[in-house]
């Protein structure tokens, strides 16, 4: 019976995966173009709107995965799904940066309620030895789910940046309906936890915490998709097709890749090493992007990005579940995205004014030089991280 609710609960987060991975990327990457691109807006102000919103989400996601953990996924995920539609809809409204602002926060709001559930759900309904391997069938839909939601809002952006943010709102409340409807009232932790208790075990975990925070410099780089990537691809195409193109490069490389390099590398290398390479690669193909100068050599070197990503994250996802105690398991998931909400809000706004002051002073490789010098000093703070905590190793391999 347990497997049998666990099998069901793995078919109904692919389903969800897909139908949030839409709503998402037919709003987001649009963003930067339509405020940046097309009305001429600063891109530091329209990255401080996007990292605030990826503040929000990640940085209050403890309090989401506590709030969890007390009160069981489902009322917590529809809430904050109705909250990201209500945020995406408000977007098409948006005529100053007041309002782009409030939007984005709103949007992150959301998140910070149903990201933290739902990726303690994917413990619930997965054995150990089956979790590396379910969140690289997730990546895979994830990954076509963006090259679809991006390839819509372009297309839809051509028309009016309204469609755009109705189209994703509308998915995000069909999300909701999905969740309120079909998951079932589960309880994510072994017991119901208070919410300062479950936060209290977090912080007591050094080791953990440690981690999160040096993964920052990570999503840092893996942020750029969204906001400086998009500009670049669209300016020497001169065309919004060509960011779909992105998208249409991961979504080829991560089904083609990611679940044989997950089985792969799981068998023969530790979580770190994975995390370290991934991290190398992506390091490489945004930092190279200084030298490129045609629009194949750009792809080349996203493609070099999307491997890292594609060789970093499952590790990195494996790892904070292995990590997650019993007792607090949303309040764990909930603290690991702190190194996104550090690494999303540096990145939007240090792209984004790093863009606009290479802009001012003519030098268009200054922000993949920066953003290149970060991603060595990740790595080189990774492994100074898992050679004086090699619990943390041990532990993922148990």
Not at 248 to 270: D, G, H, K, V
Request: charge should be positive; aromatic fraction near 12%; glycine fraction near 12%.
């Amino acid at each position: 019976m347990v497997d049998k609710a666990r099998y069901w609960g793995r078919w109904f987060l692919a389903l969800d995966t897909t139908l949030v991975i839409l709503g998402f990327f037919v709003v987001m990457p649009m963003i930067s173009l339509r405020f940046v691109d097309q009305l001429g807006w600063a891109a530091g102000l329209v990255g401080l709107a996007l990292g605030l919103r990826q503040l929000t989400q990640q940085g209050l996601g403890i309090f989401g995965g506590s709030l969890a953990d007390r009160f069981g996924a489902r009322p917590l995920i529809v809430a904050g799904m109705l909250l990201r539609a209500a945020g995406f809809a408000s977007l098409a409204w948006a005529d100053s940066g007041a309002m782009l602002i409030f939007s984005c926060f709103l949007s992150g709001l959301g998140g910070c309620l149903f990201d933290p559930p739902r990726a303690a759900l994917v413990i619930k309904f997965t054995r150990p030895h089956q979790r590396g391997r379910f969140i690289s069938l997730l990546m895979m839909l994830e990954s076509a789910g963006a090259v679809l939601g991006a390839l819509l809002g372009s297309w839809l952006l051509r028309f009016d940046f309204t469609y755009v943010c109705l189209l994703g709102a509308a998915l995000f409340m069909l999300a909701a309906l999905c969740n309120a409807v079909l998951l079932p009232a589960y309880r994510l932790s072994v017991k119901p936890t208070p919410m300062w208790e479950g936060l209290g075990q977090v912080l007591a975990d050094r080791a953990f915490c440690r981690l999160v925070l040096v993964l920052s410099g990570y999503y840092m780089l893996w942020v750029q998709v969204m906001l400086i990537f998009p500009i670049l691809v669209k300016q020497m195409a001169g065309t919004t097709t060509a960011v779909g193109w992105m998208y249409c490069l991961e979504t080829a490389l991560s089904l083609a890749l990611l679940y044989p390099i997950a089985r792969f590398s799981e068998r023969r290398f530790r979580l770190e090493n994975r995390l370290m390479a991934g991290v190398l690669m992506m390091t490489i193909g945004i930092g190279l992007v200084a030298f490129a100068h045609t629009l194949p050599g750009v792809f080349a070197l996203l493609a070099c990005f999307y491997l890292g990503i594609i060789i970093c994250e499952p590790a990195r996802e494996t790892l904070m579940t292995k990590l997650a105690h019993p007792a607090a398991r949303g309040s764990y998931m909930g603290f690991s995205r702190l190194g996104l909400a550090i690494g999303g809000m540096t990145g939007y706004v240090g792209g984004g004014s790093l863009y606009d002051v290479a802009l001012a002073q003519g030098q268009p490789d200054l922000p993949w030089l920066v953003l290149g010098t970060i991603g060595i000093a990740t790595m080189l703070l990774l492994a100074r991280c898992f050679v004086r905590r090699p619990e943390l190793s041990i532990r993922a391999l148990a």
